[in-house]
């Protein structure tokens, strides 16, 4: 089973159908707003950390970037809109490394 964590924004519906069209069947969702996020830690079963940086203050950014780097976890900085999420993912997942909305 594949999980992926969500980091920042309120809703993220929209964002869970796109994660489940590329196969995420677990998604974890923390909206960032208590500053005491950066006091968690990123579950072990997550193999994709989303950002929403519209959503997400610097200090919060910078810990889980950096905790997900040394724990080989994968990662991806997006905004908080649909299409967005969908891009950085075809980046990632694609093998032409490309977005079919970009063109």
Same mark, same amino acid.
């Given at each position: 089973m594949s999980a992926v964590l969500v980091i920042g924004g309120?809703?993220?519906?929209s964002i869970?159908?796109?994660?489940?069209?590329?196969s995420f069947e677990k998604v974890t969702?923390?909206?960032?707003? #208590?500053p005491s996020v950066v006091k968690k830690e990123i579950p072990q079963d997550v193999t994709l950390v989303?950002?929403?940086? #519209?959503?997400l203050n610097h200090n919060a950014m910078n810990k889980f970037k950096n905790e997900a780097k040394r724990k080989a976890i994968e990662f991806i900085c997006a905004?908080?809109?649909?299409?967005s999420v969908f891009c950085e993912l075809c980046k990632k997942y694609n093998p032409n490394g490309g977005c079919l909305l970009e063109k």
């Amino acid at each position: 089973m594949s999980a992926v964590l969500v980091i920042g924004g309120d809703k993220i519906d929209s964002i869970t159908s796109v994660l489940q069209d590329f196969s995420f069947e677990k998604v974890t969702h923390w909206d960032a707003r #208590n500053p005491s996020v950066v006091k968690k830690e990123i579950p072990q079963d997550v193999t994709l950390v989303i950002m929403l940086t #519209n959503f997400l203050n610097h200090n919060a950014m910078n810990k889980f970037k950096n905790e997900a780097k040394r724990k080989a976890i994968e990662f991806i900085c997006a905004k908080r809109s649909e299409s967005s999420v969908f891009c950085e993912l075809c980046k990632k997942y694609n093998p032409n490394g490309g977005c079919l909305l970009e063109k």
